[in-house]
């Protein structure tokens, strides 16, 4: 994301820092604490290569987030509001493919 769009996108990140910044957090404790909050089942699995980001990320688990504050953070992030393409098409295609699941009837058992 470059020129203008870099510029609206740096609102957007301006706005989620600053609720971080009133939750104590870094940003990416604000998100990954956001999903934590949003779903049950669903584990965030963050990649890091640096103990002090999977420490960083480990610190999500004690953000605790009210319903108020999960609206203020979509809010500041509508679904719809990231400006400009986040991934190229040829990705993209590569992406749904890999990202299929072969069936379950096609699992090794004791795998």
Same mark, same amino acid.
């Given at each position: 994301m470059t020129g203008e769009n870099? &510029?609206?996108n740096k609102v957007?990140? &301006?706005q989620l820092e600053a609720i971080a910044e009133k939750k104590?957090?870094?940003l990416n404790q604000l998100a990954l604490a956001w #999903?934590?909050?949003k779903v049950n089942d #669903? #584990?965030?699995i963050p990649g890091t290569t640096k103990k002090a980001n999977l420490e960083s990320n480990i610190g999500a688990v004690a953000v605790a987030l009210s319903k108020e504050e999960i609206a203020e953070i979509e809010a500041a992030l509508p679904i719809d509001g990231i400006a400009g393409g986040v991934t190229l098409p040829v990705n993209m295609q590569l992406s749904r493919h890999y990202a299929l699941s072969p069936p379950l009837s096609s699992w090794k058992e004791g795998i």
């Open positions: 870099f &510029e609206k957007l990140q &301006e104590n957090c870094s #999903v934590l909050h #669903v #584990v965030p």
